[in-house]
């Protein structure tokens, strides 16, 4: 359980990643396809949705 709590923070504090000035985008910061701008033919390549972070804030309060 700490193993993975540790890889999923790491992944969300590296600026590289998910690490924004927003909630957490939908595909990391690094991917070719990121597009923090929303557009219907993006909306799953960068912007942030509540419904994810809704998830990972669940997940992350599971694993304390």
Do not use: C, H
Not at 28 to 48: C, H, K, Y
């Amino acid at each position: 359980k700490a193993e993975r709590r540790k890889i999923i923070l790491d992944a969300l504090k590296d600026e590289k990643k998910y690490r924004s000035a927003f909630p957490i985008p939908t595909v990391a910061q690094e991917d070719p396809a990121f597009n923090a701008v929303f557009t219907i033919d993006l909306m799953w390549r960068g912007p942030s949705w509540a419904a994810p972070n809704y998830f990972i804030l669940e997940g992350l309060r599971r694993l304390n």
